[in-house]
């Protein structure tokens, strides 16, 4: 490989976060005018390293070239101005404003009175949409625009501020088929431009249509990097999975579960999942195994009356339910502990105490009248019990560290005592100490207590770990539930990278 | 021992300590200010504004404002006091007076939050409607002559010293003081002001607890509106003119945060009290009411920026 053919390199970049080494001397290189796609499952370091790109982190050791020159960290805005350009999936643009005028905004083109020059603005728009062959209204209101014409006005705004590399995070996820289409065509005409791509997909089989070569991450590590040319999605699997090289030791216990079954989906559909069923038993821990967007989250916004369904029966205790509110499903001793602690899980501005009486708050009245002395009492037996690391009960929960916070919402469910218990993603940046204690308390809940729980997670490890039976979900859609004692990591893996089951 | 830390006192009584600086400034400008007579006069000055201060409280403890409460005070105050001149049974006219404008209430809430229109745009409208209202129902005239009995809920006193409408004011800071600490419902507006997404999957129901608030708000400015008749015998249809701006800063003064998620009906009593004081001292010495206006905003921004000086210095 020659050296001056790449755009970008980076070599030997390590990153490590509290407990977790998330980049370890990971090598990485872009050549100018190809397509790169860069692959790994859920916290394989994918994300990390962009942000190492971006200039969002700064590496711990390692180094960066860019254009032949080496990137000292000087956050994003210098990294945008050398020509490193980041499309994120949720895309950053002004809905209120032109295609133009979003095309332009961090430079207007200025008149000689000082004043933006409109003109200037909407015919450069146009001559960049002609140059990559973009049929596009550039003077459209953006939010008028469906999701591939946004995401190629997003595309034409790094253009303009001269971006040599555009990172595409996971860019045809929302995409349809046609609009992938031009997509495609628009990529070969940067490449033909000498512009750089870095493509990040969950979907094995696009890389293969827009890709040059392919890299592989795992566990923070660089795996393999390769023409796509001399690769099968198979053996990208196996990269991907490493299933040759680790595969767990599993216990080979048979869960022990009753008949009785709390919970059933029939064929449940909503608006963002296809045809799921399920059967959760009293007494088990059922895990969700998929990508990022695979629709675990959204398939329980509809048990816990979130989110309406539209075909199927959801079944509790062999009753068919229809929850309109959360409300309703905790009254119907459903519980739920979110995905995102700080915005949906804890009121940070409130004290430990409040957040952990926010759901079961009626239990704690004398009359009609709270009752402060048991609140008092009952939040610090949890404080105890639990071990959350506050000063106070008083303490606003917005001051303690992730694994405490989590800690009140676990403290904030068990107040409540529900029969069933949603977790969604109840470690994501915990660190290892905190994750064990958690595991005990999911599994204390199940097998002492007999409740029944549904755990969401990216993180298969956790999932062989704690539960009973894992249900694995690709692209809206329910793949296969391996049981307790016949885990296999490597098929379950396969199966959410895929979405076969084979 | 617990060393004294002038920071966190400044923090958690900083009102307090303002309030005690005015009364000493002001009992220095004017002999009179601390008698016992003064008092009593600030206290009824206090009332009408304080409750309706009161309501605007607990709209902004869920993060929402009632620019309302003016127009609807005015509108529930007229059709009390068209009761009143009609001969009607004067607590049925009270009731009805306070009832009215719970529904102006409810309507707001559901617009609000069941429609989803901004908080904002929304009570603005409703002000305009309240106050056209209360000129339309009688074209313009004010009532006067009200009966005498019905003077004393506004304008009486116990024992010919304490103010009747005084009383009220600090019964309903107590009665709402209990209310937002020990009941659910009380709790779950500060839930809901903080973060409305995880309260909702608390299971608080938002939307409800949202148009209550707003009932609630509208009942005390009604009732404000009732008792200013009251005190005035007679009634006024551009009465209480410019009260929610009062009412918002009271609640500021008093420690509320305007995002929602805190706020100390107490705290929003010494806010009235404190723009009372800045009145009252320049009422007794004599300065022109151009003056107050000036005052009574720089006063705003000293409690505002007292109370976030202290935060910025805890960082």
Request: charged share 20%; net charge neutral.
């Given at each position: 490989m020659q050296e001056t053919d790449n755009i970008l390199e980076m070599r030997g970049i390590t990153k490590a976060f509290p407990g977790v080494k998330a980049l370890d001397n990971v090598d990485f290189s872009v050549r100018r005018g190809e397509v790169h796609c860069l692959i790994g499952a859920n916290g394989a370091g994918k994300s990390t390293l962009m942000k190492v790109l971006s200039g969002a982190y700064v590496e711990d050791e390692g180094e960066i070239i860019f254009d032949g020159e080496v990137l000292k960290?000087?956050?994003?805005?210098?990294?945008?101005n050398k020509g490193i350009s980041i499309i994120y999936q949720e895309l950053s643009l002004f809905d209120e404003l032109t295609v133009g005028e979003n095309v332009f905004v961090n430079a207007y083109p200025k008149t000689p009175l000082g004043t933006v020059d409109w003109k200037k603005v909407y015919a450069d728009t146009q001559a960049l949409a002609d140059k990559l062959n973009i049929d596009i209204d550039v003077r459209a209101k953006t939010s008028d625009l469906n999701i591939g014409h946004r995401q190629l006005t997003e595309i034409m705004k790094a253009l303009a501020s001269d971006a040599k590399l555009i990172v595409m995070d996971e860019p045809s996820s929302t995409l349809s088929k046609n609009e992938f289409e031009i997509l495609k065509k628009v990529i070969e005409d940067l490449n033909a431009h000498g512009v750089s791509i870095i493509f990040i997909s969950h979907h094995l089989e696009e890389l293969f249509i827009v890709g040059h070569r392919v890299t592989v991450m795992r566990d923070g590590k660089f795996v393999v990097c390769k023409p796509t040319s001399e690769l099968d999605e198979d053996m990208l699997v196996e990269y991907m999975t490493g299933a040759k090289v680790e595969k767990r030791e599993l216990s080979k216990e048979k869960a022990h579960l009753t008949d009785e079954v709390v919970l059933e989906l029939e064929h449940m559909s909503n608006s963002k999942v296809k045809d799921i069923s399920l059967k959760l038993h009293k007494g088990e821990i059922l895990g969700m195994y998929g990508l990022v967007g695979a629709g675990r989250t959204e398939t329980i916004r509809s048990i816990f009356g979130v989110d309406p369904y539209t075909d199927g029966k959801i079944l509790l205790n062999g009753r068919q339910v229809r929850f309109r509110s959360p409300a309703e499903a905790i009254k119907n001793k459903i519980g739920m502990m979110p995905e995102s602690r700080?915005?949906?899980?804890?009121?940070?501005?409130?004290?430990?105490?409040?957040?952990?009486?926010?759901?079961?708050?009626?239990?704690?009245?004398?009359?009609?009248?709270?009752?402060y002395k048991k609140i008092d009492e009952r939040c610090n037996d949890y404080k105890d019990s639990l071990n959350i690391k506050t000063p106070s009960i008083k303490t606003l929960v917005g001051s303690l560290s992730g694994g405490n916070q989590q800690k009140v919402i676990f403290a904030k469910w068990l107040a409540q005592d529900s029969d069933i218990l949603i977790i969604d993603e109840p470690t994501q940046g915990i660190d290892v100490m905190v994750k064990s204690e958690i595991y005990k308390i999911i599994t204390r809940l199940a097998k002492e207590e007999g409740k029944s729980v549904i755990v969401i997670s990216s993180e298969l490890d956790e999932l062989l770990t704690v539960c009973d039976n894992i249900m694995v979900m690709y692209d809206g859609k329910q793949i296969m539930t391996a049981q307790k004692g016949s885990f296999e990591s490597d098929k379950i893996l396969q199966a959410s990278l895929t979405g076969r089951n084979e | 021992m617990k060393k004294f830390n002038a920071g966190e006192f400044l923090k958690k009584y900083n009102l307090l300590v303002l309030l005690l600086v005015f009364i000493v400034i002001s009992s220095v400008l004017s002999p009179n200010f601390l008698k016992l007579n003064n008092m009593l006069n600030m206290m009824q000055q206090c009332a009408i504004p304080g409750i309706i201060a009161i309501g605007m409280t607990i709209v902004i403890t869920l993060g929402g404002i009632d620019l309302s409460v003016g127009g609807v005070a005015a509108f529930s105050g007229m059709i009390t006091s068209i009761m009143v001149g009609n001969g009607n049974n004067i607590f049925v006219a009270i009731v009805a007076g306070i009832t009215l404008g719970g529904v102006m209430g409810l309507v707001t809430g559901v617009l609000i939050a069941k429609c989803?229109?901004?908080d904002f745009i929304t009570t603005m409208a409703m002000l305009q409607i309240a106050r056209g209202a209360s000129l339309l129902v009688t074209k313009g005239s004010p009532i006067f002559g009200l009966s005498e009995s019905f003077h004393v809920i506004g304008g009486g006193k116990v024992a010919n010293t304490i103010p009747i409408a005084g009383l009220i004011w600090i019964g309903l800071t107590a009665l709402i003081f209990l209310m937002m600490k020990y009941t659910t419902y009380g709790r779950s507006l500060y839930a809901i002001g903080g973060n409305k997404e995880a309260a909702g999957l608390s299971g608080i129901k938002v939307m409800r607890n949202y148009t209550i608030a707003y009932v609630m708000c509208a009942a005390l400015a009604g009732f404000a509106g009732v008792l200013t008749a009251s005190y005035l015998s007679t009634g006024q249809p551009t009465a209480c003119n410019g009260y929610e701006l009062d009412a918002i800063a009271a609640s500021v003064i008093g420690g509320a945060s305007l995002a929602g998620g805190i706020s100390n009906v107490v705290g929003t009593f010494g806010g009235v009290v404190l723009l009372q004081i800045i009145t009252n001292i320049f009422n007794l010495v004599g300065i022109s009411s151009f003056y107050q206006q000036i005052a009574k905003g720089a006063i705003i921004i000293i409690?505002?920026?007292l109370n976030k000086a202290v935060s910025i210095k805890k960082d």
């Amino acid at each position: 490989m020659q050296e001056t053919d790449n755009i970008l390199e980076m070599r030997g970049i390590t990153k490590a976060f509290p407990g977790v080494k998330a980049l370890d001397n990971v090598d990485f290189s872009v050549r100018r005018g190809e397509v790169h796609c860069l692959i790994g499952a859920n916290g394989a370091g994918k994300s990390t390293l962009m942000k190492v790109l971006s200039g969002a982190y700064v590496e711990d050791e390692g180094e960066i070239i860019f254009d032949g020159e080496v990137l000292k960290p000087h956050g994003t805005l210098e990294r945008k101005n050398k020509g490193i350009s980041i499309i994120y999936q949720e895309l950053s643009l002004f809905d209120e404003l032109t295609v133009g005028e979003n095309v332009f905004v961090n430079a207007y083109p200025k008149t000689p009175l000082g004043t933006v020059d409109w003109k200037k603005v909407y015919a450069d728009t146009q001559a960049l949409a002609d140059k990559l062959n973009i049929d596009i209204d550039v003077r459209a209101k953006t939010s008028d625009l469906n999701i591939g014409h946004r995401q190629l006005t997003e595309i034409m705004k790094a253009l303009a501020s001269d971006a040599k590399l555009i990172v595409m995070d996971e860019p045809s996820s929302t995409l349809s088929k046609n609009e992938f289409e031009i997509l495609k065509k628009v990529i070969e005409d940067l490449n033909a431009h000498g512009v750089s791509i870095i493509f990040i997909s969950h979907h094995l089989e696009e890389l293969f249509i827009v890709g040059h070569r392919v890299t592989v991450m795992r566990d923070g590590k660089f795996v393999v990097c390769k023409p796509t040319s001399e690769l099968d999605e198979d053996m990208l699997v196996e990269y991907m999975t490493g299933a040759k090289v680790e595969k767990r030791e599993l216990s080979k216990e048979k869960a022990h579960l009753t008949d009785e079954v709390v919970l059933e989906l029939e064929h449940m559909s909503n608006s963002k999942v296809k045809d799921i069923s399920l059967k959760l038993h009293k007494g088990e821990i059922l895990g969700m195994y998929g990508l990022v967007g695979a629709g675990r989250t959204e398939t329980i916004r509809s048990i816990f009356g979130v989110d309406p369904y539209t075909d199927g029966k959801i079944l509790l205790n062999g009753r068919q339910v229809r929850f309109r509110s959360p409300a309703e499903a905790i009254k119907n001793k459903i519980g739920m502990m979110p995905e995102s602690r700080k915005t949906q899980g804890l009121v940070l501005l409130l004290p430990v105490w409040e957040n952990i009486t926010m759901v079961a708050l009626k239990k704690f009245l004398k009359g009609k009248v709270i009752d402060y002395k048991k609140i008092d009492e009952r939040c610090n037996d949890y404080k105890d019990s639990l071990n959350i690391k506050t000063p106070s009960i008083k303490t606003l929960v917005g001051s303690l560290s992730g694994g405490n916070q989590q800690k009140v919402i676990f403290a904030k469910w068990l107040a409540q005592d529900s029969d069933i218990l949603i977790i969604d993603e109840p470690t994501q940046g915990i660190d290892v100490m905190v994750k064990s204690e958690i595991y005990k308390i999911i599994t204390r809940l199940a097998k002492e207590e007999g409740k029944s729980v549904i755990v969401i997670s990216s993180e298969l490890d956790e999932l062989l770990t704690v539960c009973d039976n894992i249900m694995v979900m690709y692209d809206g859609k329910q793949i296969m539930t391996a049981q307790k004692g016949s885990f296999e990591s490597d098929k379950i893996l396969q199966a959410s990278l895929t979405g076969r089951n084979e | 021992m617990k060393k004294f830390n002038a920071g966190e006192f400044l923090k958690k009584y900083n009102l307090l300590v303002l309030l005690l600086v005015f009364i000493v400034i002001s009992s220095v400008l004017s002999p009179n200010f601390l008698k016992l007579n003064n008092m009593l006069n600030m206290m009824q000055q206090c009332a009408i504004p304080g409750i309706i201060a009161i309501g605007m409280t607990i709209v902004i403890t869920l993060g929402g404002i009632d620019l309302s409460v003016g127009g609807v005070a005015a509108f529930s105050g007229m059709i009390t006091s068209i009761m009143v001149g009609n001969g009607n049974n004067i607590f049925v006219a009270i009731v009805a007076g306070i009832t009215l404008g719970g529904v102006m209430g409810l309507v707001t809430g559901v617009l609000i939050a069941k429609c989803g229109l901004p908080d904002f745009i929304t009570t603005m409208a409703m002000l305009q409607i309240a106050r056209g209202a209360s000129l339309l129902v009688t074209k313009g005239s004010p009532i006067f002559g009200l009966s005498e009995s019905f003077h004393v809920i506004g304008g009486g006193k116990v024992a010919n010293t304490i103010p009747i409408a005084g009383l009220i004011w600090i019964g309903l800071t107590a009665l709402i003081f209990l209310m937002m600490k020990y009941t659910t419902y009380g709790r779950s507006l500060y839930a809901i002001g903080g973060n409305k997404e995880a309260a909702g999957l608390s299971g608080i129901k938002v939307m409800r607890n949202y148009t209550i608030a707003y009932v609630m708000c509208a009942a005390l400015a009604g009732f404000a509106g009732v008792l200013t008749a009251s005190y005035l015998s007679t009634g006024q249809p551009t009465a209480c003119n410019g009260y929610e701006l009062d009412a918002i800063a009271a609640s500021v003064i008093g420690g509320a945060s305007l995002a929602g998620g805190i706020s100390n009906v107490v705290g929003t009593f010494g806010g009235v009290v404190l723009l009372q004081i800045i009145t009252n001292i320049f009422n007794l010495v004599g300065i022109s009411s151009f003056y107050q206006q000036i005052a009574k905003g720089a006063i705003i921004i000293i409690a505002l920026l007292l109370n976030k000086a202290v935060s910025i210095k805890k960082d």
